[in-house]
């Protein structure tokens, strides 16, 4: 999906390194990235995508101060009312949220858009909004431990299906006025099965109004509720008198922002837990890709926290039909111990960072050995992900197959 980005311009000359390691010298220019250059600031409406044949006219906010030599945070806000019809690329250009950045705040915002055929939660817009990050951080001195997504209404509920099915971005997921319950209705028509053990790796903060006419708060409390029971970090905010807009937002933003000031992301995470149905996309967080499902004799039950109450009933939230595949995965030192279920194959892509490749590693599935011994590092296996995910924080020197005994 994504190609070799200007990122790897940092390798030139890599060969002629003299009398260095070429491995040490990618990667040492690698973490210091590309010297970024002077670039637009203000309100930019010519970051045009393509979906489905419509021309779409995207905009960019960047602070008129932006400094190339001083990474930035950058935030994904998504708009409500997907319902609307695809918007016409030579007329009015995508209308920024009411909580736009304030006057002097320090980070880039894109506004994607998104309409009736091409809702938040269809592939070719999940993939619209990874190329416009993309394209960001291409240009601009993105801060990688510091891109986050928030959106209102149905922007909001679209934060919790890009928190469960493509999270490797994000260091933290901020819905406002939005209801997991949108897009657990099949009618929706959200692309593929959702997972609520999923959103344990997007911290969340999120905010409802107690007299919102479409979501009131106390119809997202039980999945709140069930969220918390499946381990998800999340803080709950209420404004019992609100109605479906932001009118609280400048009362709730430095909230926010102390909210993602306090949760920067975690490139290596210890501990990882993932579930998909699929391995052609989604299948995949950060150091963890899942390769190829399937049930395995060791296989050892995981927790499945998806019901709700619903008026002295209870109620599966998110409905399944395909079998899926789960691995939860601690790592200690060199030490990864795994847990899984319905999973044949994972790979897990080792960094230098959190790695001592000096020493043995050792894989552990459901209670078995499945693999033990040194790894080395390949600079093929690093400047192939450093091209993929053109990021200074997350670089792998090895990745290593593991199939589930």
Excluded at 62 to 81: C, E, F, K
């Amino acid at each position: 999906m994504k190609t070799a980005s200007a990122f790897v311009i940092v390798l030139a000359g890599v060969g002629a390194a003299a009398q260095s390691d070429p491995f040490d010298v990618a990667y040492a220019r690698l973490k210091a990235g590309i010297t970024y250059r002077a670039a637009s600031t203000g309100r930019i409406t010519d970051w045009q995508t393509r979906i489905n044949g419509d021309l779409i006219d995207n905009v960019v906010e960047v602070p008129a101060d932006y400094d190339p030599a001083t990474p930035i945070p950058l935030r994904v806000s998504l708009h409500g009312g997907v319902g609307r019809e695809a918007p016409d690329p030579g007329g009015q250009p995508a209308r920024p949220l009411s909580n736009r950045n304030p006057a002097g705040a320090r980070e880039i915002v894109i506004h994607p858009r998104a309409w009736s055929s091409s809702a938040w939660w269809r592939p070719e817009q999940v993939d619209n909004i990874l190329k416009l990050v993309e394209r960001a951080k291409s240009v601009y001195n993105v801060d990688e431990s510091r891109i986050y997504v928030t959106g209102i209404s149905d922007g909001g509920t679209a934060v919790y299906y890009l928190a469960m099915r493509e999270a490797t971005l994000w260091s933290a997921c901020v819905p406002l006025n939005g209801h997991p319950l949108v897009i657990a209705n099949p009618q929706t028509g959200a692309d593929g099965q959702l997972y609520s053990g999923n959103l344990a790796n997007c911290p969340l903060y999120i905010v409802n109004g107690g007299k919102d006419r479409l979501y009131p708060a106390a119809s997202v409390a039980p999945m709140v509720d069930l969220f918390k029971r499946a381990g998800v970090p999340l803080t709950w905010q209420v404004y019992p008198e609100g109605e479906h807009n932001v009118s609280w937002w400048s009362e709730e933003r430095p909230r926010v922002d102390a909210f993602l000031a306090a949760h920067p992301r975690q490139a290596h995470p210890a501990k990882i837990s993932w579930e998909t149905e699929r391995t052609d996309r989604y299948n995949r967080f950060r150091w963890l890709v899942i390769d190829q499902l399937g049930a395995r004799s060791s296989d050892v039950a995981l927790k499945d926290v998806n019901t709700f109450d619903a008026q002295g009933r209870h109620v599966q939230l998110f409905s399944r039909r395909r079998p899926s595949g789960r691995v939860d995965i601690t790592r200690t030192g060199n030490t990864l111990d795994a847990r899984t279920h319905g999973v044949a194959r994972f790979t897990l892509l080792l960094s230098a960072d959190v790695i001592d490749f000096e020493q043995p590693v050792q894989v552990n599935v459901n209670g078995r050995p499945a693999f033990s011994g040194r790894v080395k590092r390949d600079i093929g296996t690093l400047l192939r992900w450093a091209a993929r995910d053109n990021d200074r924080t997350m670089l792998y020197a090895a990745e290593l197959k593991v199939d589930v005994p």
